[in-house]
Protein backbone atom coordinates (compact mmCIF):
# COMPACT_ATOMS: atom_id res chain seq x y z
CA UNK A 1 0.00 0.00 0.00
CA UNK A 2 1.44 3.85 -0.66
CA UNK A 3 0.89 6.25 2.20
CA UNK A 4 -0.47 9.52 0.41
CA UNK A 5 0.67 12.51 3.23
CA UNK A 6 -0.73 15.85 2.63
CA UNK A 7 1.98 18.47 1.05
CA UNK A 8 1.52 21.64 3.44
CA UNK A 9 2.60 24.95 2.48
CA UNK A 10 5.91 26.27 3.07
CA UNK A 11 5.75 29.26 5.47
CA UNK A 12 8.50 31.94 5.29
CA UNK A 13 9.99 33.44 8.24
CA UNK A 14 8.32 36.70 6.92
CA UNK A 15 4.66 34.86 7.39
CA UNK A 16 5.03 33.94 10.72
CA UNK A 17 5.93 37.48 11.51
CA UNK A 18 2.62 38.79 10.09
CA UNK A 19 0.57 35.93 11.92
CA UNK A 20 2.01 36.86 15.08
CA UNK A 21 1.26 40.22 14.47
CA UNK A 22 -1.78 40.44 13.87
CA UNK A 23 -2.65 37.98 16.35
CA UNK A 24 -0.79 40.70 19.07
CA UNK A 25 -2.88 43.49 17.55
CA UNK A 26 -6.12 41.72 17.99
CA UNK A 27 -5.11 41.09 21.11
CA UNK A 28 -4.35 44.40 22.34
CA UNK A 29 -7.48 45.65 20.34
CA UNK A 30 -9.56 43.68 23.06
CA UNK A 31 -7.89 45.10 25.66
CA UNK A 32 -8.22 48.65 24.47
CA UNK A 33 -12.05 48.05 24.07
CA UNK A 34 -12.17 46.14 27.84
CA UNK A 35 -10.87 49.04 29.59
CA UNK A 36 -13.15 51.63 27.50
CA UNK A 37 -16.24 49.34 28.16
CA UNK A 38 -14.87 49.22 32.18
CA UNK A 39 -14.54 52.86 32.21
CA UNK A 40 -17.46 53.72 30.93
CA UNK A 41 -18.85 51.51 33.08
CA UNK A 42 -17.24 53.41 36.05
CA UNK A 43 -17.64 56.61 34.93
CA UNK A 44 -21.76 55.74 34.29
CA UNK A 45 -21.87 54.49 37.97
CA UNK A 46 -20.02 57.59 39.38
CA UNK A 47 -22.21 59.83 37.22
CA UNK A 48 -25.60 57.68 38.37
CA UNK A 49 -24.77 57.58 42.25
CA UNK A 50 -23.15 61.55 41.91
CA UNK A 51 -26.59 62.80 40.04
CA UNK A 52 -29.33 60.64 41.44
CA UNK A 53 -30.79 57.75 43.77
CA UNK A 54 -31.77 55.53 41.46
CA UNK A 55 -29.04 52.60 42.39
CA UNK A 56 -30.99 52.24 45.94
CA UNK A 57 -34.36 53.80 45.58
CA UNK A 58 -36.96 52.39 43.19
CA UNK A 59 -38.62 54.29 40.53
CA UNK A 60 -42.35 55.11 42.54
CA UNK A 61 -39.84 56.31 45.16
CA UNK A 62 -37.10 58.82 42.85
CA UNK A 63 -40.72 60.30 41.42
CA UNK A 64 -41.24 60.80 45.00
CA UNK A 65 -37.68 62.63 45.54
CA UNK A 66 -37.69 64.38 42.92
CA UNK A 67 -41.37 65.67 43.00
CA UNK A 68 -40.50 67.16 46.64
CA UNK A 69 -36.93 68.58 45.18
CA UNK A 70 -38.92 70.34 42.55
CA UNK A 71 -41.66 71.71 44.08
CA UNK A 72 -40.66 72.40 47.79
CA UNK A 73 -38.59 75.26 46.75
CA UNK A 74 -42.17 77.13 45.68
CA UNK A 75 -43.40 76.34 49.37
CA UNK A 76 -43.11 79.28 52.02
CA UNK A 77 -43.18 78.97 56.04
CA UNK A 78 -44.94 82.23 57.28
CA UNK A 79 -44.89 84.05 60.69
CA UNK A 80 -47.47 86.02 62.06
CA UNK A 81 -47.00 88.97 64.41
CA UNK A 82 -49.08 91.09 66.72
CA UNK A 83 -48.72 94.18 68.91
CA UNK A 84 -49.51 93.97 72.50
CA UNK A 85 -48.77 95.79 75.51
CA UNK A 86 -46.22 93.45 77.72
CA UNK A 87 -45.36 94.65 81.61
CA UNK A 88 -41.80 95.08 82.10
CA UNK A 89 -41.00 96.35 85.35
CA UNK A 90 -42.70 97.73 88.04
CA UNK A 91 -46.20 99.77 86.75
CA UNK A 92 -44.37 100.13 83.01
CA UNK A 93 -45.59 99.11 80.07
CA UNK A 94 -44.00 98.30 76.81
CA UNK A 95 -45.50 97.71 73.58
CA UNK A 96 -44.08 95.06 71.89
CA UNK A 97 -44.41 92.95 68.65
CA UNK A 98 -45.67 89.42 69.55
CA UNK A 99 -45.10 85.92 67.80
CA UNK A 100 -49.16 85.32 66.70
CA UNK A 101 -49.03 81.86 65.01
CA UNK A 102 -47.19 80.09 61.71
CA UNK A 103 -48.81 78.37 58.51
CA UNK A 104 -48.13 77.40 55.28
CA UNK A 105 -47.98 79.23 51.90
CA UNK A 106 -46.90 79.14 48.19
CA UNK A 107 -46.26 80.73 45.03
CA UNK A 108 -48.76 81.49 43.08
CA UNK A 109 -46.18 84.10 40.71
CA UNK A 110 -43.49 85.25 41.39
CA UNK A 111 -44.66 88.26 43.68
CA UNK A 112 -47.36 87.09 44.99
CA UNK A 113 -47.92 84.33 48.17
CA UNK A 114 -50.89 82.06 48.35
CA UNK A 115 -52.42 81.22 52.35
CA UNK A 116 -55.47 80.63 53.98
CA UNK A 117 -57.45 83.53 55.99
CA UNK A 118 -57.57 82.18 58.93
CA UNK A 119 -53.50 82.33 58.71
CA UNK A 120 -53.12 85.94 58.46
CA UNK A 121 -56.82 86.85 60.29
CA UNK A 122 -55.87 88.61 63.20
CA UNK A 123 -51.88 89.83 62.19
CA UNK A 124 -50.41 93.32 62.32
CA UNK A 125 -47.30 91.82 60.54
CA UNK A 126 -46.12 88.82 58.53
CA UNK A 127 -42.78 87.27 57.57
CA UNK A 128 -42.58 84.80 54.78
CA UNK A 129 -39.63 82.17 55.19
CA UNK A 130 -38.31 81.16 51.58
CA UNK A 131 -37.48 77.67 50.99
CA UNK A 132 -33.72 78.53 51.36
CA UNK A 133 -34.43 79.95 54.33
CA UNK A 134 -34.24 83.85 53.40
CA UNK A 135 -37.01 85.87 55.66
CA UNK A 136 -39.19 88.52 53.34
CA UNK A 137 -41.55 91.09 54.62
CA UNK A 138 -44.82 90.79 53.65
CA UNK A 139 -47.62 92.84 52.52
CA UNK A 140 -51.37 92.12 52.40
CA UNK A 141 -52.83 91.98 49.07
CA UNK A 142 -56.62 91.30 49.56
CA UNK A 143 -58.35 88.44 51.71
CA UNK A 144 -61.57 86.02 51.13
CA UNK A 145 -62.50 84.87 54.39
CA UNK A 146 -65.63 83.22 53.20
CA UNK A 147 -63.21 81.07 51.09
CA UNK A 148 -60.73 80.82 53.31
CA UNK A 149 -58.37 82.30 51.03
CA UNK A 150 -55.99 85.42 51.18
CA UNK A 151 -52.72 86.61 49.16
CA UNK A 152 -49.55 88.63 49.97
CA UNK A 153 -46.88 90.13 48.33
CA UNK A 154 -42.93 89.96 48.68
CA UNK A 155 -41.28 92.74 49.30
CA UNK A 156 -38.40 93.51 46.51
CA UNK A 157 -39.21 90.06 44.78
CA UNK A 158 -38.13 91.17 41.96
CA UNK A 159 -34.50 90.67 43.79
CA UNK A 160 -35.11 86.90 43.70
CA UNK A 161 -35.38 84.11 41.52
CA UNK A 162 -39.07 82.98 42.78
CA UNK A 163 -40.35 79.72 41.00
CA UNK A 164 -44.02 79.57 41.31
CA UNK A 165 -46.06 75.69 41.29
CA UNK A 166 -47.23 74.60 38.11
CA UNK A 167 -51.23 74.59 38.39
CA UNK A 168 -53.42 71.72 37.73
CA UNK A 169 -57.24 71.22 37.90
CA UNK A 170 -59.39 69.80 40.78
CA UNK A 171 -62.72 69.13 38.21
CA UNK A 172 -60.77 65.98 37.15
CA UNK A 173 -59.79 64.64 40.42
CA UNK A 174 -61.03 60.91 41.49
CA UNK A 175 -61.37 59.37 44.52
CA UNK A 176 -58.39 57.40 45.24
CA UNK A 177 -55.77 59.16 43.18
CA UNK A 178 -52.36 59.91 45.47
CA UNK A 179 -51.75 63.39 46.44
CA UNK A 180 -49.11 65.10 48.45
CA UNK A 181 -48.92 68.22 50.96
CA UNK A 182 -46.22 69.99 51.84
CA UNK A 183 -46.28 72.51 54.73
CA UNK A 184 -44.53 73.55 57.80
CA UNK A 185 -46.29 71.32 60.61
CA UNK A 186 -46.02 72.15 64.17
CA UNK A 187 -43.45 74.79 63.02
CA UNK A 188 -41.00 71.66 61.08
CA UNK A 189 -40.54 73.55 57.76
CA UNK A 190 -40.65 71.44 54.19
CA UNK A 191 -42.13 68.71 55.77
CA UNK A 192 -43.85 65.92 52.95
CA UNK A 193 -46.67 64.18 53.78
CA UNK A 194 -48.74 61.62 51.10
CA UNK A 195 -51.95 60.04 50.96
CA UNK A 196 -54.92 59.65 48.35
CA UNK A 197 -57.79 61.57 47.31
CA UNK A 198 -60.54 60.24 49.82
CA UNK A 199 -63.62 61.97 49.27
CA UNK A 200 -64.61 64.91 46.68
CA UNK A 201 -67.51 67.81 46.91
CA UNK A 202 -67.25 67.93 50.63
CA UNK A 203 -68.94 70.68 52.58
CA UNK A 204 -67.54 72.33 56.09
CA UNK A 205 -68.31 75.55 57.78
CA UNK A 206 -65.93 78.31 57.38
CA UNK A 207 -63.78 80.75 59.62
CA UNK A 208 -67.03 82.87 58.91
CA UNK A 209 -69.40 80.66 59.77
CA UNK A 210 -69.86 80.01 56.38
CA UNK A 211 -70.09 76.83 54.39
CA UNK A 212 -67.45 76.18 52.01
CA UNK A 213 -68.21 73.44 49.31
CA UNK A 214 -66.61 71.36 46.74
CA UNK A 215 -63.73 70.84 49.06
CA UNK A 216 -61.01 68.02 48.79
CA UNK A 217 -61.04 65.71 51.11
CA UNK A 218 -57.61 63.56 51.93
CA UNK A 219 -56.15 61.18 54.35
CA UNK A 220 -52.38 62.63 53.84
CA UNK A 221 -51.53 64.06 57.13
CA UNK A 222 -52.64 67.97 57.78
CA UNK A 223 -51.74 69.33 61.46
CA UNK A 224 -51.43 72.81 62.75
CA UNK A 225 -48.84 74.73 60.87
CA UNK A 226 -50.03 72.91 57.14
CA UNK A 227 -52.83 75.31 56.64
CA UNK A 228 -52.10 77.20 53.59
CA UNK A 229 -49.92 75.05 51.78
CA UNK A 230 -50.29 72.98 48.47
CA UNK A 231 -52.03 69.70 48.30
CA UNK A 232 -50.66 68.35 44.65
CA UNK A 233 -50.93 65.56 42.87
CA UNK A 234 -48.75 63.05 41.45
CA UNK A 235 -46.76 65.28 38.84
CA UNK A 236 -46.37 68.09 41.27
CA UNK A 237 -49.47 70.18 39.88
CA UNK A 238 -51.10 72.06 42.41
CA UNK A 239 -55.24 70.72 42.69
CA UNK A 240 -55.52 72.68 46.27
CA UNK A 241 -54.93 75.13 49.29
CA UNK A 242 -54.85 72.87 52.56
CA UNK A 243 -57.11 74.59 54.96
CA UNK A 244 -58.45 72.24 58.15
CA UNK A 245 -59.53 68.77 59.23
CA UNK A 246 -62.05 67.37 60.67
CA UNK A 247 -61.08 65.41 64.07
CA UNK A 248 -63.10 65.02 67.70
CA UNK A 249 -59.68 65.83 69.16
CA UNK A 250 -58.19 68.52 67.35
CA UNK A 251 -55.44 66.26 66.31
CA UNK A 252 -55.29 64.32 62.73
CA UNK A 253 -57.47 61.62 62.48
CA UNK A 254 -56.70 60.83 58.85
CA UNK A 255 -59.68 63.06 57.62
CA UNK A 256 -58.09 66.15 55.74
CA UNK A 257 -59.88 69.38 53.76
CA UNK A 258 -58.54 71.37 50.77
CA UNK A 259 -60.04 73.95 48.74
CA UNK A 260 -59.99 72.74 44.97
CA UNK A 261 -57.95 75.09 42.91
CA UNK A 262 -60.26 75.85 40.39
CA UNK A 263 -61.73 77.71 43.31
CA UNK A 264 -58.36 79.11 44.29
CA UNK A 265 -57.88 80.49 40.74
CA UNK A 266 -61.00 82.04 40.27
CA UNK A 267 -60.50 84.21 43.70
CA UNK A 268 -56.76 84.77 43.72
CA UNK A 269 -57.24 86.04 40.27
CA UNK A 270 -59.73 88.64 41.47
CA UNK A 271 -57.48 89.38 44.75
CA UNK A 272 -54.43 90.17 42.76
CA UNK A 273 -56.17 92.34 40.33
CA UNK A 274 -58.56 93.98 42.76
CA UNK A 275 -58.06 93.63 45.97
CA UNK A 276 -61.19 92.17 46.37
CA UNK A 277 -63.96 89.52 45.21
CA UNK A 278 -66.47 91.01 42.76
CA UNK A 279 -69.60 88.59 43.26
CA UNK A 280 -73.35 89.04 42.13
CA UNK A 281 -75.00 91.16 45.11
CA UNK A 282 -79.35 90.98 45.37
CA UNK A 283 -78.98 93.04 48.95
CA UNK A 284 -81.70 91.04 51.18
CA UNK A 285 -80.64 89.38 54.78
CA UNK A 286 -82.78 86.34 55.14
CA UNK A 287 -84.06 84.13 58.27
CA UNK A 288 -81.88 81.54 59.15
CA UNK A 289 -83.22 77.95 58.28
CA UNK A 290 -84.11 76.95 61.45
CA UNK A 291 -86.23 79.95 61.80
CA UNK A 292 -87.93 79.44 58.36
CA UNK A 293 -89.03 75.79 59.86
CA UNK A 294 -90.16 76.91 62.82
CA UNK A 295 -92.67 79.72 61.03
CA UNK A 296 -93.41 77.04 58.90
CA UNK A 297 -94.76 74.72 60.91
CA UNK A 298 -96.84 77.29 62.26
CA UNK A 299 -98.10 78.18 59.43
CA UNK A 300 -99.22 74.54 58.59
CA UNK A 301 -100.75 74.05 61.79
CA UNK A 302 -103.03 76.44 61.17
CA UNK A 303 -104.27 75.09 58.27
CA UNK A 304 -101.74 77.37 55.61
CA UNK A 305 -98.97 77.05 53.21
CA UNK A 306 -95.84 76.33 54.56
CA UNK A 307 -92.79 77.84 53.68
CA UNK A 308 -90.73 76.65 50.93
CA UNK A 309 -87.88 78.50 49.89
CA UNK A 310 -85.34 81.86 51.07
CA UNK A 311 -87.82 84.06 53.09
CA UNK A 312 -86.52 87.47 53.59
CA UNK A 313 -85.94 89.28 57.11
CA UNK A 314 -84.61 92.65 55.41
CA UNK A 315 -83.44 94.63 52.61
CA UNK A 316 -80.28 96.65 52.57
CA UNK A 317 -81.37 100.18 51.23
CA UNK A 318 -80.25 100.86 47.97
CA UNK A 319 -79.50 97.38 47.12
CA UNK A 320 -81.34 95.41 43.35
CA UNK A 321 -83.73 93.81 45.75
CA UNK A 322 -85.14 97.32 47.08
CA UNK A 323 -85.21 98.46 43.50
CA UNK A 324 -87.06 94.84 42.02
CA UNK A 325 -89.67 95.73 44.79
CA UNK A 326 -89.16 92.97 47.26
CA UNK A 327 -90.72 93.48 50.73
CA UNK A 328 -89.14 92.75 53.92
CA UNK A 329 -90.93 90.90 56.56
CA UNK A 330 -92.07 93.49 59.44
CA UNK A 331 -94.11 94.12 62.06
CA UNK A 332 -97.95 95.98 62.53
CA UNK A 333 -100.59 96.21 65.31
CA UNK A 334 -102.08 92.75 63.71
CA UNK A 335 -99.14 90.83 63.98
CA UNK A 336 -95.94 89.36 61.96
CA UNK A 337 -96.69 90.45 58.19
CA UNK A 338 -94.16 87.86 56.21
CA UNK A 339 -91.51 89.05 53.93
CA UNK A 340 -91.27 87.72 50.11
CA UNK A 341 -90.25 84.52 49.40
CA UNK A 342 -87.80 83.60 47.02
CA UNK A 343 -89.03 80.50 45.15
CA UNK A 344 -86.58 80.36 42.30
CA UNK A 345 -83.74 82.25 40.64
CA UNK A 346 -83.80 82.12 36.77
CA UNK A 347 -85.80 78.65 37.22
CA UNK A 348 -83.46 77.25 39.74
CA UNK A 349 -85.45 76.11 42.87
CA UNK A 350 -84.69 77.80 46.01
CA UNK A 351 -84.70 75.86 49.24
CA UNK A 352 -81.87 77.05 52.04
CA UNK A 353 -80.29 80.43 52.44
CA UNK A 354 -77.11 78.72 51.75
CA UNK A 355 -78.29 77.92 48.41
CA UNK A 356 -79.20 81.01 47.72
CA UNK A 357 -76.35 82.55 48.22
CA UNK A 358 -74.46 80.17 46.52
CA UNK A 359 -76.41 80.84 42.90
CA UNK A 360 -76.47 84.88 43.64
CA UNK A 361 -72.68 84.52 43.34
CA UNK A 362 -72.36 82.07 40.76
CA UNK A 363 -73.41 85.06 38.20
CA UNK A 364 -71.33 88.05 37.23
CA UNK A 365 -72.07 92.00 38.16
CA UNK A 366 -74.55 93.16 35.84
CA UNK A 367 -76.33 89.92 34.82
CA UNK A 368 -80.03 89.94 34.90
CA UNK A 369 -81.91 87.05 36.93
CA UNK A 370 -85.40 86.44 37.14
CA UNK A 371 -86.96 85.55 40.85
CA UNK A 372 -90.13 83.90 41.78
CA UNK A 373 -91.51 84.41 45.09
CA UNK A 374 -94.75 84.44 46.75
CA UNK A 375 -95.63 87.10 48.89
CA UNK A 376 -98.15 87.18 51.79
CA UNK A 377 -100.47 89.77 53.35
CA UNK A 378 -101.02 88.31 56.59
CA UNK A 379 -101.08 85.24 58.89
CA UNK A 380 -103.62 83.47 56.98
CA UNK A 381 -102.84 84.94 53.26
CA UNK A 382 -101.74 81.82 51.51
CA UNK A 383 -99.48 84.30 49.23
CA UNK A 384 -99.67 85.25 45.61
CA UNK A 385 -96.80 83.78 42.88
CA UNK A 386 -94.71 86.83 41.53
CA UNK A 387 -91.71 87.35 39.24
CA UNK A 388 -89.46 90.28 39.18
CA UNK A 389 -86.58 90.90 36.79
CA UNK A 390 -83.02 92.16 38.94
CA UNK A 391 -79.72 93.29 37.77
CA UNK A 392 -77.48 92.92 39.96
CA UNK A 393 -74.79 94.97 41.37
CA UNK A 394 -71.12 94.12 43.11
CA UNK A 395 -71.60 92.55 46.56
CA UNK A 396 -70.40 94.78 49.43
CA UNK A 397 -67.22 92.60 50.70
CA UNK A 398 -67.51 92.64 54.52
CA UNK A 399 -63.55 91.98 54.06
CA UNK A 400 -62.11 95.00 51.92
CA UNK A 401 -58.71 95.67 52.12
CA UNK A 402 -57.98 98.92 51.50
CA UNK A 403 -53.90 99.04 50.90
CA UNK A 404 -50.98 97.90 52.08
CA UNK A 405 -50.22 95.87 54.87
CA UNK A 406 -51.86 94.16 57.99
CA UNK A 407 -54.61 95.18 60.54
CA UNK A 408 -56.05 99.01 61.13
CA UNK A 409 -52.33 100.45 60.22
CA UNK A 410 -52.57 99.15 56.24
CA UNK A 411 -56.29 99.88 56.18
CA UNK A 412 -57.47 96.82 57.86
CA UNK A 413 -60.59 94.99 56.33
CA UNK A 414 -63.40 97.08 55.24
CA UNK A 415 -67.10 95.61 57.12
CA UNK A 416 -70.32 95.72 55.23
CA UNK A 417 -73.75 95.05 56.51
CA UNK A 418 -74.53 91.27 58.61
CA UNK A 419 -77.63 89.92 58.88
CA UNK A 420 -79.35 89.62 61.88
CA UNK A 421 -78.66 86.06 62.36
CA UNK A 422 -79.38 84.82 58.86
CA UNK A 423 -77.49 85.44 55.44
CA UNK A 424 -76.98 87.79 53.48
CA UNK A 425 -77.12 87.72 49.26
Known amino acids: W ?53 HE ?5 QRTVALFKRCSASVVHINTFVEGVVRTRGLHFDLQEIPAGTGSGFLWDHKHIVTNFHVIKDADRATVVL ?9 LVGVEPDSDLAVLRIKSAEDRNLVPLERGRSSGLHVGQRVFAIGNPF ?29 VQTDAAINPGNSGGPLLDARGRLIGVNTMIASPSGAFAGVGFAIPVDTVVRIVDQ ?32 GNLGIEGALIVNIEPGSPAESAGLKPTYQTRGGLVLGDEILTVSGERISTVEHLLDVVESYSIGDIVEIRFRRRSGADDPGEVKTATVKLS ?19 YGTGPVSGGGGGG
Not at 25 to 50: F, R, Y
Not at 193 to 198: D, E, F, K
Not at 400 to 409: D, I, L, N, S
Open 394 to 412: ERPGRYQHQGGGFGPAGGG
Open 187 to 215: GLDQTLTNGIVSGLGREMRGVTGRIIRGL
Open 271 to 302: LVKWGRTKRGYLGVFLAPDHVKQQVSRQLRRN
Open 57 to 61: LYADE
Open 2 to 54: VEVRPRLPALRPDGLRSASLQLAGATAAAAVAAAAAAASTASSTSKCEDDDVS
Open 131 to 139: ADGTSCEAT
